[in-house]
T-cell receptor, first 112, second 112 residues
Framework: GGIITQTPKFLIGQEGQKLTLKCQQNFNHDTMYWYRQDSGKGLRLIYYSITENDLQKGDLSEGYDASREKKSSFSLTVTSAQKNEMAVFLC???????????FGPGTRLLVL | QEKVQQSPESLIVPEGAMVSLNCSFSDSASQSIWWYQQHPGKGPKALISIFSNGNKKEGRLTVYLNRASLHVSLHIKDSQPSDSAVYLCAVSSTGGNNKLTFGQGTVLSVIP
């Protein structure tokens, strides 16, 4: 078994601020993902990484940067926080193509 | 771009009832279709997936896939209050990168 840890659980920032969310997994999975979940909606892919130092844009990458410096960790940066992007950000990992994705508990972003 | 639509938006059933959830997708060449369960404040958890036309049964869960009609359904037998959650349908894309496109979810409430 394994676990995905996301920090912080809640992130409060000011409009225009740069904010960083972190994700760690101990599954030894190659692929990691960042999704955004708006209230009452499905998940939308922001970035994913198929291996260390690889980055691939998802459908919602504008306004975000990502970093995969180690196999076990994947960070997401909101480059300039906006009130309309208050949401839950979910990190996931999977072993290989077409395999089950395992999710962390999420980071809830509040923008004041 | 793949589109995934779920129905109904919400469902309330008595304990012990059979639950049926529906999902339509737009790309007949899609790879696997996944169902995820998400409890409040938690990340989604994979329940069951299907690739081939037909049905697949795991415990109280049965999933039916019809690629010709671009439709998949999830049936939960003998529903329990602990089944109360949001159910997300997700379709994996062609191209071998395991990108998932999610529907907006169905909120299920099972009343004791």
């Amino acid at each position: 078994g394994g676990i995905i840890t996301q920090t912080p659980k809640f992130l409060i920032g000011q409009e225009g601020q740069k904010l960083t969310l972190k994700c760690q997994q101990n599954f030894n999975h190659d692929t990691m993902y960042w999704y955004r979940q708006d209230s009452g909606k499905g998940l939308r892919l922001i970035y994913y990484s198929i291996t260390e130092n690889d980055l691939q844009k998802g459908d919602l990458s504008e306004g975000y940067d990502a970093s995969r410096e180690k196999k076990s960790s994947f960070s997401l940066t909101v480059t300039s926080a906006q009130k309309n992007e208050m949401a839950v950000f979910l990190c996931a990992s999977s072993r290989e193509n077409q395999d089950t994705q395992y999710f962390g508990p999420g980071t809830r972003l509040l923008v004041l | 771009q793949e589109k995934v639509q779920q129905s109904p938006e919400s469902l309330i059933v008595p304990e012990g009832a059979m639950v049926s959830l529906n999902c339509s997708f737009s790309d007949s060449a899609s790879q696997s279709i996944w169902w995820y369960q998400q409890h409040p404040g938690k990340g989604p958890k994979a329940l069951i997936s299907i690739f081939s036309n037909g049905n697949k049964k795991e415990g109280r869960l049965t999933v039916y896939l019809n690629r010709a009609s671009l439709h998949v359904s999830l049936h939960i037998k003998d529903s329990q209050p602990s089944d109360s959650a949001v159910y997300l349908c997700a379709v994996s894309s062609t191209g071998g990168n395991n990108k998932l496109t999610f529907g907006q979810g169905t909120v299920l409430s099972v009343i004791p």
